[in-house]
């Protein structure tokens, strides 16, 4: 069957922080552009960011972005690649300057300059401290303040969105240049071929791989799974950050900056806890050193409840003023999901999954690159990615709170400006390979076919549990060896997830099987990549391997879903202007 | 507990009906979003839209028990069984839950929701004094849900020329802002019998906006500022 074609000069799958940055460059400078989401623009999950963006604007106090820079390595446990963290952070000024003349409603200082507030693992002088005011807000609705601010630009710019879109896998020709995508009209239920001359992959996390997320429904992983099924493989995917504080049970976030603005943690006996994990930096250090202290707390039984299975956030002595200035979200989110009133109260919190390190590998310029002939970083023609899905890999093994905003504003429009250039050195389309559409119809032909296969939400729920149990803030060897196991037979079972709906319009069930179909490579390559580092860094603790294996591991892993194969690749430890900074003993 | 939801499948269904659903909830269910996805487990094809599950993506805005809301944060304890679920009013029907939208866009984007200022950029930011930031409150956090909107009269019976409470409620959020330079389009474009003054004050909008918004209030002020100019 040949499906109906539309054709476009790029094609932006995603219309969150990222893809609303990298569209705004392309339409702006008058290209055919399609963004495609899932929902509409400003539903993407950036929508519920809370603390800030990360940039050395200097508005408080000194600050500069080779400190930023210095934080950022050393939050990453050196995994990052130091080239494209100066970048970050060399730009970031200008991207949330550029951010504020769209109209951003940041929260100001009495001069009128953008208020910025403290944020774990942000420090003075090189690490030294003490902490820096780095993190530019609007209240504690930064991300949603940002999302909008870059819709309503988009919406000056005259860019064309496709509402209600999914993509659903990627088009590479025999040379292995990517021609464009298949997607689905959720609405009408008809898909289409979009022949584009670029392709960029925008498409945010996938944090619902675990049983209990800050994330969204709809962050699936599409991205990374379309691009695992094309043959790109997939970096670092061992590297899930657990945020210190969503409230326990509803895993809602309640963000860092409750601590950057001088909130703290208590265990059962009241005790300041992270005064010992962490002399210096205390409830500020980074997050992977805060939520391992936290589980800590927990398994030794200083864990507060009748279950003795959560901490306890204290930010009453702050004053409603303050927080209803600085932090009214967190309260509001502190009286629906916790049932208690921050004012007086302390919230409920365990660390829960929150963002996800690894994805789709990129250079700073926002290029796609796979290892070819023995290069590692070989441009992937005509693919693009950026923001959460994408890999650059400037978090490396546990990303700082606020650079994800500031990665979306600086590679969003980094990668804009390089299809920008790819598109003038290629005027015309490739032409579309006959099997152009094979893969999807097989998928979509399956799942309309499939009578009593097993049942998206079980299937699942196994997986997530899956995640949850066997890939957690602690990792031991012999539940990452099961874990493998498992995954691997629960990536069986996908293989027959069946759905009763079989109407055309607005058919969610199919839309959430196909969301089941990426995520479940993330999941596998997950387990695999973890199970195979033997050493601790970052998000990554093992406990047979205890310390950091700079001898043997400052290398990234590569996943490829094909026999869910690994191979490894370098580190950039030069950047591109900056000097080396070598590492060094982790130590908030 | 006991809900009866709106079903319309236009792929096959002739004429929409309620369905009855008997689920049993499980002790960490907590919002009515909680017992749409249990719900959904059993039959998946109850079509609706949603995202965050926290209150700020504005993706489950539906009608329940008669008055319009967000399943994700709408406490299941203060709900009388049966609960009734319908789509947002006023707006045509896609699919059981799911409007569609265009009409509202449409309105929200007839206002120029941007940021217009045609000086030369700065070098560094825009200065914006604290007070002058804090006129922004209270309009900025629109999650462009359509509660208000799908419950304001005015905007069923011309949602095509009145703008609607969202829409207008963005309207001021530029008019306040210090930044922009275009007060004169801005009202201009407002002025007119329908597209500002088919707001009778009736205050639906005030009475469900999840994020304790007042569109009405806005209104007002739009109001006051086109009086203003012509005296
Ligand atoms: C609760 C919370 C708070 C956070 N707070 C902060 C913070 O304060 N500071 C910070 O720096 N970071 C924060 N983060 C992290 C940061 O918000 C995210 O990493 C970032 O917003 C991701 O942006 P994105 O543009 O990559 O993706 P998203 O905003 O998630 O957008 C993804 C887009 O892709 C679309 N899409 C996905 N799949 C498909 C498909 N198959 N077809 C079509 N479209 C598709 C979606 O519809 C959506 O438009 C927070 C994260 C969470 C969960
Ligand atoms: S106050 Fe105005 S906008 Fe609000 S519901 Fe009434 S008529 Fe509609
Ligand atoms: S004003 Fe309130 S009800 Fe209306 S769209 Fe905005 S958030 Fe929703
Ligand atoms: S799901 Fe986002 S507002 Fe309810």
């Known amino acids: 069957m040949a499906l109906p074609v539309r054709k476009f000069d790029a094609v932006i799958v995603g219309a969150g922080g990222a893809g609303m940055r990298a569209s705004l460059q392309l339409a702006e400078a008058g290209f055919r552009v399609a963004v495609l989401s899932k929902v509409f623009p400003t539903r993407s999950h950036t929508v519920a960011a809370q603390g800030g963006i990360g940039a050395a604007l200097g508005n408080m106090g000194e600050d500069s972005w080779h400190w930023h820079m210095f934080d950022t390595v050393k939050g990453s446990d050196w995994l990052g690649d130091q080239d494209t963290i100066e970048f970050l952070c060399r730009e970031a000024p200008k991207a949330v300057i550029e951010l504020e003349h769209f109209g951003m409603p940041f929260d100001r200082n009495k001069d009128g300059t953008v208020y910025q507030r403290p944020f774990g693992g942000h420090m003075q002088n090189f690490g030294a401290g003490p902490a820096v005011q780095r993190s530019c807000c609007a209240a504690d609705r930064t991300g949603h303040a940002m999302l909008h601010t870059l819709y309503q630009r988009n919406i000056r710019a005259n860019t064309h969105f496709f509402v209600e879109w999914m993509a659903l896998d990627l088009i590479r020709d025999a040379s292995g240049q990517v021609v464009g995508v298949t997607a689905l009209e959720m609405e009408t239920g008809e898909v289409y071929i979009l022949h584009a001359r670029s392709v960029l992959f925008a498409t945010g996390g996938a944090g619902r791989v675990y049983a209990s997320s800050t994330n969204a429904f709809i962050n699936t992983g599409d991205g990374l799974g379309i691009a695992a099924r094309a043959g ?25 900056g409750v601590r950057g603005e001088g909130g703290y943690l208590l265990n059962k006996d009241g005790e300041r806890f992270m005064e010992r994990y962490a002399p210096n930096a205390k409830d500020l250090a980074s997050r992977d050193v805060v939520s391992r202290a936290m589980a800590t707390e927990i398994k030794e039984g200083r864990g507060c409840g009748d279950d003795a299975d959560y901490l306890q956030l204290k930010l009453d002595h702050l004053g409603v003023e303050l927080i209803e200035s600085k932090l009214p979200g967190i309260r509001e989110i502190a009286k629906k999901f916790a049932n208690v009133d921050p004012v007086s109260d302390p919230i409920p919190v ?105 049942k998206v939400h079980e299937v699942g729920a196994e997986m997530r549990r899956t995640m949850q149990a066997h890939c957690g803030v602690f990792r031991f060897p012999d539940l990452l060896e099961e874990g493998v196991k498992k995954i691997g037979e629960v990536a069986q079972r996908v293989q027959r997830i069946a759905i009763d709906d079989k109407s055309r319009v607005f058919n969610t069930a199919r839309v959430e099987a196909l969301e089941l179909e990426n995520l479940i490579e993330v999941a596998v390559a997950s387990l695999t990549s973890a199970d195979a580092r033997k050493e601790s860094r970052g998000a990554h603790d093992r406990s047979d391997f205890p310390d950091r294996g700079d001898e043997n591991w400052i290398k990234h892993t590569l996943w490829y879903k094909d026999g869910s194969r690994l191979d490894y690749k370098p580190v950039h430890m030069t950047p591109l202007s900056a000097q080396t900074i070598p590492p060094k003993v982790r130590t908030y | 507990m006991n809900f009866k939801i709106y079903r319309f499948d236009t792929d096959k269904d002739a004429q929409p009906y309620m369905q009855d659903y008997d689920i049993e909830l499980q002790p960490t269910d907590r919002m009515l979003l909680d017992a749409l996805e249990r719900i959904k487990a059993l039959d998946d094809s109850l079509s609706l839209r949603r995202s965050c599950r926290e209150g700020v993506c504005g993706s489950d805005a539906m009608n329940i028990n008669g008055k319009n809301g967000l ?43 941007y940021l217009v200022n045609d000086e030369p950029v700065p070098e560094r930011e825009r200065l914006q004094s604290p007070q002058d930031r804090d006129q922004l409150d209270g309009l900025y956090e629109c999650i462009l849900c359509a509660c208000c909107s799908t419950a304001c009269p005015s905007f069923w019976w011309n949602p095509d020329k009145f703008v609607g409470p969202a829409g207008l409620l963005q309207a001021y ?59």
């Not at chain 1, 997939?234 to 950050?241: A, K, N």
């Not at chain 1, 994800?404 to 579309?432: C, Q, W, Y």
């Open chain 1, 350 to 454: 365990v660390p829960t999954c929150h963002y996800m390190m690894g994805g789709i590998p990129t250079n700073y310029r926002g290029e796609v690159v796979a290892p070819k002939n023995g290069d590692p970083d070989v441009v992937v023609p005509g693919f693009f990615a950026a923001g959460e899905c994408a890999c650059a890999s400037v978090h490396g093994a546990n990303r700082l709170g606020t650079n994800s905003l500031t990665d979306l504003l600086v590679f969003g429009k980094a990668s804009g400006d390089t299809t920008i250039r790819f598109l003038k050195e290629n005027p015309h389309h490739k032409d579309l390979p006959k099997d152009a559409a094979d893969l999807t119809l097989a998928r979509l032909s399956r799942l309309d076919a499939q009578t009593n296969g097993e």
């Open chain 2, 71 to 113: 399943a994700c944060i709408t406490k299941l304890a203060d709900l009388k069984s049966p609960v009734e679920l319908r789509p947002l009013p006023g707006l045509p029907v896609i699919r059981d839950l799911v409007v569609d939208m265009s009409q509202f866009f449409k309105q929200y984007h007839s206002v120029t929701p």
């Open chain 1, 232 to 256: 790109i493989p997939l970096e670092d995917m061992e590297f899930w950050q657990f945020h210190p504080t969503g409230v326990a049970g509803a895993g809602v976030l309640i963000t860092e």
């Open chain 2, 173 to 231: 959020r530029f008019l306040a802002d210090s930044r922009d330079e275009a007060t004169s389009e801005r009202l201009d474009n407002l002025e007119d019998p329908y597209r500002l003054f088919r707001c009778h004050s009736i205050m639906n909008c005030v009475d469900v906006c999840p994020k304790g918004l007042n569109p009405t209030k806005a209104i007002g002020k739009i109001r006051d500022m086109l009086v203003r100019r012509t005296v």
